[in-house]
DNA sequence: TTGGGTGCAAAATCTTTGCAATCAT
DNA sequence: ATGATTGCAAAGATTTTGCACCCAA
């Protein structure tokens, strides 16, 4: 079995890019955090926790080099930072979003929702839709709980 | 009848901020440019040619305000500026945006496409939504004409 | 006269870039 | 050796803030 990080290697080699320490450790820290929706000083210090050498614009960089090969998708919920999200392997489209405006959680919506939408779109706008991003904003379950118990 | 600008006014006036020569200047050129999708800069050049001595500090502090109002919306297409954008008047949600990867372009889609999505999340997520960001990127139906012609 | 609003400049943030040093082949 | 990659510091770009001044109610 292969592993991810090695099926990111091969992507990077069959751009010519190398697999350095410094992009393994920016990579294994996407990995590890899944989940989240880290900005580039997020995911620098905590390549830095183990890897305390490495600065800044290695992250940038690294950051840049996976969305240019798709790998991970930059996102912006509207804070003022970029935020780096590892795309979903297999994944035709990039996954949506929840965003709570209560207490500022992110979810993530895996399944596609907009198969419609797009056929409509490319049919009467003639527009070629090559990538999107959907972000819904309002209130998340848990907060509607906490609410509730009032 | 009724301007859009005195309605503006009134929206402010109701939340207690007065329509200053400054932010009239600025929320006119919002009015004349409806279609574009100005940066804050953008928008303070404009602003310029008519209202000279205005700063680029108190256009941002009157986007932020017509931002928190609802007038308008601030988007960010992930080319490092918030852009802002007037809401469409009466319209019940954002209108979505289709950004060409080959030229630059932004047009817009005023019609709601969502709706069935949008039942789906609330019911399948629990998630209570408030607003949206949808935007589509890839090539425009110009960009696409320009290619066959080759 | 009083508090909101403004302009300017400085500061704060986030991101990119230049460059010498380093690394792998 | 050679070209890619890195770390650091400086530069760039965007946005926010402090503050004195101004203005309308």
């Not at 292969?2 to 320490?21: A, G, V």
């Not at 919920?77 to 035709?92: I, K, N, P, Q």
Request: glycine letters at 4%; proline letters at 1%; charged letters at 35%.
């Amino acid at each position: 079995m292969e592993t991810r990080i090695e099926r990111i290697k091969k992507q990077l080699h069959s751009s010519s890019y190398k697999l350095t320490p410094q992009r393994e450790a920016t990579v294994c820290v996407l990995l590890e955090h899944e989940e989240d929706h880290l900005s580039a000083e997020d995911v620098y210090l905590l390549v830095k926790e183990k890897s305390p050498e490495i600065g800044l614009a290695t992250v940038y960089r690294t950051l840049e080099l996976l969305t240019e090969l798709k790998i991970v998708d930059k996102i912006n919920f509207g804070d003022g930072v970029s935020r780096y999200d590892l795309r979903t392997e297999g994944a035709a489209h990039f996954h949506h979003h929840l965003v709570c405006i209560e207490c500022g959680s992110v979810d993530e919506i895996q399944q596609d929702l907009l198969d419609d939408v797009e056929e409509l779109v490319e049919r009467d706008w003639k527009f070629k839709i090559k990538d999107h991003r959907l972000t819904f904003h309002g209130i998340c379950y848990r907060c509607q709980e906490k609410k509730q118990q009032k």
